[in-house]
């Protein structure tokens, strides 16, 4: 009897592990849509996957699909073991071959992570901008200027770099990029010629970091990141706060840095969306701390308004350094997974580092922030320099008459 129940303990305990899931499941299910915190998780989420929309039965959805579909999506992934078998799959593609397997991130040349879209955008490059269109930003720019400066306001505008124009030599070998090969891979010579002959000042970062790659042991791009490090995003913070001008209350700018060996935060975002189940964060990255002799002399915190989209971050986190750290309403403008993008709002204290206070992100209450604000900063990225909202929300903002005929 013994030996018999010992032959079947093996079937006993497959039976249990399945039963164990399959009610797993069946629980995670029912209370996924109005008891979220019920569910039984992963000690370890998934990072960048979103929860699929809710099941909706109706006889269409069933003739289509689209039933059946969202109740497999909802079914796999109310299983308690689905982060581990997404990070299993994703390790073995990885480790096996060297390649993503989290849709829209490619690995390159020495581990390098980059996003698909950055890559995408940088080999197409060649044609220029519309002329109608690249005048209206212009001018746009240069009369938000003008309207911050009649206020009494600092100022600055900055386009940010993105990995990919900074760094295709590590794209993934046999990248074809057409860009590379027809030699047209500088898109900013149109928006620099326009912004000069309205007389604008503005911080270039692309040329920058270009310029001073040769003065630092490390890139300014973590390889598991898709953002600047800190040491890029400083670099041009520094230049931005001279051109907002001491007047504005953030002092005379400047910082050190430390290397560091093991990446956090954004330094790592990338490499977080893999969902491997062993992840390298051991790669060089930037810490910035206060240059010496910079105190802090401040009789209130200035109040930066910033405008722009994720590089932004760095520089938030860079200000922190600043001898009079600002409280800053940051405004921006996040990409989602089907590349369109939506308006996000954070008020973050001075000297805060983190992501801070979120807010609603309603355009009537830009106005406000920016009559309120001692400076405005900004900032549009290479990759998408004149297409979103910001230039053009902040022009709106700063010329209600305008607007209102």
Not at 198 to 216: H, I, N, Q, T
Not at 275 to 300: F, M, Q, T
Request: net charge neutral.
């Amino acid at each position: 009897m013994r030996r018999a129940l010992s032959h079947r303990l093996p079937i006993f305990a497959a039976a249990g592990a399945v039963s164990f899931f399959f009610l797993a499941s069946l629980w995670n299910y029912a209370v996924e849509r109005d008891h979220p915190k019920w569910r039984l998780r992963s000690a370890q989420p998934l990072a960048g996957v979103a929860r699929p929309a809710p099941t909706e039965l109706s006889l269409e959805k069933i003739l289509s699909g689209e039933t059946q579909k969202s109740f497999s999506s909802n079914l796999a992934q109310s299983l308690p073991v689905f982060p581990f078998a997404v990070r299993a799959r994703n390790q073995l593609l990885y480790s096996l071959f060297g390649v993503s397997g989290a849709p829209g991130l490619v690995v390159g040349r020495g581990e390098q992570l980059f996003e698909r879209f950055y890559i995408d955008e940088f080999c197409r490059r060649g044609a220029p901008p519309d002329g109608t269109a690249l005048a209206r930003w212009a001018q746009r720019v240069a009369e938000n200027e003008a309207a911050a400066h009649a206020r009494g306001k600092g100022f600055a505008y900055l386009i940010s770099p993105s990995k990919a124009s900074q760094y295709p030599q590590y794209f993934p070998a046999g990248t074809k990029c057409p860009a590379l090969a027809r030699g047209t891979i500088d898109k900013l010579a149109p928006y620099r010629a326009a912004l000069d002959a309205r007389g604008l000042r503005f911080v270039d970062s692309p040329a920058l970091l270009e310029a001073r790659k040769k003065d630092y042991e490390i890139d300014f791009f973590p390889r598991g990141g898709t953002h600047w490090n800190l040491l890029g995003a400083a670099l041009a913070t520094r230049e931005a706060t001279r051109l907002i001008g001491e007047e504005a209350g953030l002092g005379r700018f400047d910082f050190d840095w430390r290397r560091g060996d093991v990446a956090e935060g954004t330094d790592r975002d990338l490499l977080d969306l893999l969902n491997l189940l062993w992840p390298d964060p051991h790669y060089p990255v930037a810490a910035i701390v206060r240059a010496p002799g910079a105190e802090r002399r401040c009789e209130r915190a200035p109040r930066l308004l910033a405008l722009g989209g994720s590089f932004m971050r760095e520089i938030i986190v860079a200000l922190a350094a600043a001898p009079c750290p600002p409280q800053i309403d940051y405004w921006f403008s996040m990409r989602l997974a089907n590349d369109d993008f939506d308006l996000i709002r954070y008020r973050t204290e001075p000297g805060e580092t983190g992501n801070g206070e979120r807010r609603p992100a309603d355009l009537s209450e830009l106005r406000a922030s920016a009559e309120a604000a001692d400076a405005i900063l900004l900032e549009e990225n290479e990759a998408n320099i004149g297409t979103l909202s910001q230039v053009e929300n902040l022009w709106r903002a700063l010329h209600p008459a305008a607007v209102a005929k």
